[in-house]
């Protein structure tokens, strides 16, 4: 009997083919509706949870924000919180502005007052002291051993005022600046310059000719480093001044438009709330509106009258002071120059083209021309008797100083030393006399623009007086105004 071999294939037709060793992956089911079925743990074979959604994106708190008023605005309450907000931010910024605005005005008005023009006149002093201090002591010298109690207490009161006023200008200025270190130089220089007068004085009186010498040296310090110190000082200590009426008199721009925009829309909140309930007024709002309308008009008011004070202050004032002072600076560079010429006997020349001439005669034409133009300008400026008086003295004085002046020059080209001595610092007759009638004249006319400048730059700053605070204060009384009245209008809705 023949036996089937093991291992052969199953005969055709035959037995069921064998599974294979791997199950085939189940493809995932769907769930419900097609949507991809819940996973199953990989052991359990239980469904696992489904994930949560993922959340939406957080909104920022701006974006918040504008949801919540725009969600406001649709509602009448919401509208009026808005309004009230607003109404209330706006009349505070008003009056915040102004109060500072008015702050800086207010300041820089009492600066031009107080601080920057009485420096200003201090430094054209200190200018004036020195200068004159220089002149007398030219002058004892020439007289020699016959110095004047006159001529010698002249000097020393000078060198007192120049002393006192660059102390009370160093304590007024600030520290670390410019003008402090000017002072500073001046401060080291005066005891330098007296000392070379003392030497040449102490000389003269011995008859010594190094005395001369040591008094041009003086001059010399005086001319070169003191005067152009002294008077850079005075230039600074304007530009102070200049800056401090550039602060005072500019509108407040940005407080009026402000303003106009408080009351704007004042007006149209009430509008609108007699539109909406037929009443005519609403206390609060028209108290902000009394407050608001008030601050304006003393505002523009106020500001207006200051500003007019410190114009006519500035232009009656300070541009009179400034060109006298520049007179009165030529008038003593003219008259030391005067007296070196004959302390000099032509020692010191200058040559101008083909000419040599004398280097302080010729200095000394130079400032009477400057002397001449400022006493001109200053007679143009003056607008009062009061004012034109003394210029018209000092113009007098000055035309004949120049007639004896070239009677000296005369007798000292001659070879008439004395004469020409006696015309220069003698007593009735002499140039010294037509100077002192200059000066004078010219320290007349200072006083007066002086008065003028106080009462006018006086009465600017006094129309500023309490603006700031009561600005400040009606701001407050109108925003509470306003918020009241914006209140009574929600108690409705209540």
Not at 121 to 145: E, M, P, V
Request: hydrophobic share 40%; proline share 5%; charged share 20%.
């Amino acid at each position: 009997m023949t036996q089937t071999p093991s291992g052969s294939a199953a005969s055709p037709g035959g037995a069921a083919p064998t599974m294979p060793a791997v199950m085939p992956a189940v493809p995932p089911q769907s769930g419900p509706g097609g949507a991809p079925a819940a996973p199953r743990h990989p052991s359990t074979g239980s469904r696992l949870p489904a994930p949560p959604p993922p959340e939406a994106p957080r909104r920022t708190a701006f974006a918040e924000g504008a949801v919540r008023l725009r969600e406001a605005a649709t509602t009448e309450p919401g509208r009026l919180r808005i309004i009230g907000a607003v109404l209330a931010t706006l009349v505070v910024a008003f009056g915040a502005v102004t109060a500072w605005q008015m702050t800086d005005r207010a300041a820089a008005a009492d600066a031009v007052l107080t601080s920057s023009q009485p420096l200003t006149s201090d430094a054209a002093d200190i200018y004036r002291s020195l200068a004159d201090a220089n002149t007398a002591a030219s002058s004892g010298f020439l007289a020699g051993g016959q110095e004047t109690a006159a001529s010698r207490d002249r000097y020393e009161k000078d060198i007192r005022t120049a002393a006192a006023k660059l102390v009370n200008a160093a304590a007024n200025s600030d520290p670390g600046s410019s003008s402090a270190a000017t002072i500073a130089e001046l401060n080291r220089l005066l005891p330098e310059y007296k000392g070379l007068v003392e030497r040449a004085r102490t000389y003269n009186r011995q008859g010594y000719p190094v005395g001369g010498a040591y008094l041009r040296y003086a001059n010399e310090k005086m001319q070169q480093e003191m005067l152009p110190a002294a008077e850079d000082l005075y230039q600074k200590e304007n530009q102070r001044l200049q800056a401090d009426y550039a602060d005072a008199t500019p509108y407040p721009w940005a407080a009026i438009a402000l303003g106009t925009v408080a009351l704007a829309a004042l007006a149209w909140t009430q509008r609108r709330t007699y539109l909406r309930t037929h009443r005519v007024l609403n206390h609060g709002l028209v108290a902000a509106t009394a407050a608001s309308t008030v601050v304006l008009l003393w505002l523009v008011a106020g500001h207006s009258l200051a500003r007019s004070g410190l114009n006519h202050s500035y232009d009656h004032g300070v541009r009179s002071l400034n060109v006298l002072h520049d007179a009165r600076i030529a008038s003593l560079k003219a008259r030391g120059n005067e007296n070196l010429t004959l302390v000099s006997r032509g020692a010191e020349t200058k040559k101008v083209g083909d000419e040599t001439y004398d280097a302080y005669d010729h200095d000394f034409e130079r400032d009477m021309a400057a002397l001449d133009k400022g006493l001109t300008r200053a007679g143009e400026l003056a607008d009062d008797s009061s004012g034109e008086k003394p210029v018209t003295a000092a113009v007098s004085n000055m035309t004949e100083w120049k007639k004896r002046h070239g009677a000296a020059r005369d007798q000292d080209e001659k070879g008439n030393y004395q004469e020409a001595l006696d015309l220069v610092i003698g007593g009735r007759g002499a140039t010294g006399e037509c100077f002192d009638g200059v000066d004078s004249s010219l320290a007349a006319a200072l006083a007066h623009e002086k008065a003028e400048f106080a009462e006018a730059a006086g009465g600017g700053r006094d129309a500023l007086k309490g603006l700031p605070e009561g600005a400040a204060g009606l701001a407050v009384l109108g925003a509470a105004g306003a918020v009241l009245g914006i209140g009574r209008r929600l108690s409705e809705y209540r």
